[in-house]
Structures are given as C-alpha cells and as structure tokens.
C-alpha cells in the first residue's frame, strides 16, 4: 500500500543554523506533497507544500524540494529560531483518490 | 481560528460504548476528511466525505463510519470502543477550488477506559 517514510525521528539544531528533513514515498502517482507543523497540544498546521509539477518551492526560511524520480523530498529550514520547534509532518496524495498519507513525524528542538 | 471546528475538545468513555464526534467546516469546504493520531505518531486516514458521501477510506473497520451533512458539518461514530482507539481525531476540510489545501480542526481527544 502507499507508505510515506520520514527521517529523522528526532532532531536537534542550534538556533541559526539550518534543520533538513526528509521524506520518501511509495506511490509513484502521488503529486502533491505537504508539510505540515504540530505543535504540543494543537492542530497540524500547514506550513507548505509542493506539487508534482515543481521541483522547489521556498516561502521565506522555509524551502521544499521534490525528486520524483527518486520519490523524494525534504524540507528545509534555514536561521531556524526558536518558535520553530515543533513536530514536522510530511505527506503524500496520490493521484487515485483524495487520500493524504501522512509520515511519522519529526520532533525538531532548537537549542539555544 | 481556521474556521474548521470540533467538538467535544476532550472525551472520556468507557470500552465497548459508542462515541460520535462533530466537525463544522467552513461554507464552501464539501471534502472533509478523518483522521486518528495516535500518540507520538503521524495522522492516520480514516475515511473521506466529498458531497455527503464517502469515496475513499483507510485501514480501519466497519465499526468506524461516518456522515457529512450539506451543512458542511460532518461526524464521525465509533461503535464497540476500543483500549486502542484512544488518541487525537482530527478533521480537515477543503473548498472545491483549492484542490489541495487542507485546514484541519484542533481534534477531539478520545480517552477509552
């Protein structure tokens, strides 16, 4: 079935320098991929996302870049801060129906 | 506030009882989806609602179903509850136009005794 695989569990950044994530899919139909940010106690919030069409997309500190030849793609936050601590979701929507899978998540902390 | 919103916040019942939770959406948003977080793990898909009818669903039983109202409020009921069903049900909703975009609700946290 689809599966999205999401490293790592866990990451520790000192604040200023960049945090990368990184995601792989098993649908080679999938064409849309979000990223979404949860903090303690609240909903997933989504912070950007990118479709199969695009390679890379950047929203200030915030950059997506998708291979699907290699069904991967990453995050990647530069001069984190420390608000930017949070567990980070990717995901995937496959072509067939609405479904989006979800990895299992990243908890990123931002050391001072 | 998102505009999608859920009820109750929190919930406690006891194995073997039923349980519905409520979704209001935005006007406009006719897909509403479901999802269960467990614990330290990512959303799981449930099931999907498009214009009152599901059309896609997860690896979940029959004991899970779900209704969406032209409202643009949805529910989800749980029958014969389960030690394990308790976490986070969230929905998320998304206008025909935007035809990616979820917001999700800020979830019902199920607790089964």
């Known amino acids: 079935g689809e599966n999205v695989e999401q490293h790592p569990s866990t990451l520790s950044v000192q604040e200023g320098d960049s945090a990368v994530i990184k995601c792989t899919y098993s649908d080679s139909a999938s064409n849309y991929f979000p990223w979404y940010k949860q903090e303690l106690g609240k909903r997933p919030q989504l912070i950007i996302d990118i479709r199969s069409n695009v390679g890379e997309k950047k929203d200030q500190r915030i950059a997506v870049t998708l291979n699907k030849t290699a069904k991967h793609f990453s995050l990647h936050i530069t001069e984190t801060q420390p608000e930017d601590s949070a567990v980070y979701f990717c995901a995937a929507r496959g072509n067939r129906d609405d479904k989006i899978i979800f990895g299992k998540g990243t908890r990123l902390h931002i050391l001072p | 506030e998102t505009g999608v919103t859920q009820s109750p916040t929190h919930l406690i019942k006891t194995r073997g009882q039923q349980v519905t939770l409520r979704c209001s959406s935005q006007s406009g948003h006719n897909t509403v989806s479901w999802y269960q977080q467990a614990l330290g793990q990512g959303p799981q898909f449930i099931f999907q609602?498009?214009?009152?009818?599901?059309?896609g669903r997860g690896n979940f039983p029959p004991r899970f179903s779900g209704l969406q109202f032209p409202n643009y409020s949805s529910e989800l009921n749980v029958n014969a509850l389960e030690l394990d069903d308790s976490a986070l049900y969230l929905c998320?909703?998304?206008?025909?136009?935007?035809?990616?975009?979820?917001?999700f609700g800020s979830g019902t946290r199920l607790t089964v005794v």
């Open positions: 609602y498009y214009r009152e009818e599901e059309n």
């Open positions: 998320a909703s998304r206008p025909p136009e935007a035809n990616y975009g979820y917001t």
